[in-house]
């Protein structure tokens, strides 16, 4: 019998670790790009979705949850379609998405299939398939103007908002520190991206969407680093980058986010700017 040399053997046990390991990824990846699927729904909802009204949206797999606020002021106003982040619920969104309000903005906050309340599983074609059914059924509301409406997508929210932009007459696209795609990610982790089955490749898709965008990104972001943001506003068609001293998780939270996208919703015609007072007049 011949004996395999040390070398040789050791060789064999790293390829088999190696395997071993990509076919752990393989298996757990749904749960590492949608960590949120475990969270239970608080029993009474809090931030902005605090005083909204239950929309369920109607998919080929099942219904999923969103929350409406109709603006404040009368007849059909803009409307903000939110995409979270792939770690939360709808039930506990940042309250400062409620500025968009104060904007004058209605605004939709669409859950992720599979998540808290809502059918199905979460993969990228599900969540599409959310984003243009909530697209659809929202525009029928009286609240809304259907050619006031924005796509605004939060980290990994990037990919369903983006593709809602590609496929439906959105007017404006707003990306909070989005991906540029995942696969170097996987890299990263010494994995092939066609181990990936989502792979949200954003700077590609973005290539499609005629109208203007702003991306918003924190330069000390270590969950979807600065070039990501970079590479996205670089893609898009009428892109611009807003730069923030920040990180992934306090984004939303700089004032400078916030007056970003008051500048960006009033350059592109979907609000007005408040009036200012000149100083000689005070």
């Not at 792939?86 to 400062?96: F, H, K, T």
Request: positive net charge; hydrophobic residues 50%.
């Amino acid at each position: 019998m011949t004996v395999v040399p040390g070398l040789y053997r050791l060789l064999l046990l790293v390829v088999l670790g190696y395997v071993g390991y990509a076919l752990l990824l393989l298996l757990f990846q749904s749960h590492l790009i949608y960590p949120g699927r475990s969270l239970v729904p608080a029993a009474v909802p809090s931030g902005v979705a605090a005083a909204a009204e239950t929309f369920w949206i109607v998919t080929s797999f099942g219904k999923v949850e969103g929350r409406f606020v109709a603006a404040k002021s009368a007849g059909r106003q803009p409307l903000v379609i939110v995409f979270h982040g792939n770690g939360e619920l709808v039930d506990d969104l940042s309250p400062e998405l409620e500025r968009l309000s104060r904007l004058g903005c209605g605004i939709l906050l669409v859950e992720y299939p599979g998540y808290g309340r809502s059918s199905g599983r979460p993969h990228q074609r599900s969540l599409a398939e959310t984003g243009l059914a909530a697209f659809d059924m929202i525009v029928q509301r009286p609240e809304v103007d259907p050619k006031r409406i924005v796509s605004f997508g939060v980290s990994l929210g990037a990919g369903p908002a983006i593709a809602l932009a590609v496929q439906r007459p959105v007017r404006a696209l707003i990306l909070a520190a989005p991906p540029a795609s995942l696969r170097p990610f996987a890299h990263k982790r010494l994995l092939p991206s066609f181990l990936l089955r989502d792979t949200f490749d954003n700077a590609a898709l973005i290539q499609n969407f005629s109208g203007p965008t702003v991306v918003l990104h924190g330069e000390h972001d270590t969950i979807i680093p600065f070039s990501h943001g970079q590479q996205v506003a670089a893609a898009a068609v009428q892109g611009q980058l807003v730069s923030l001293s920040a990180e992934h998780n306090d984004l939303l939270g700089m004032p400078g986010f916030w007056k970003a996208v008051e500048r960006f919703l009033a350059a592109t015609g979907i609000t007005v700017l408040p009036a200012t007072v000149p100083d000689a007049a005070r």
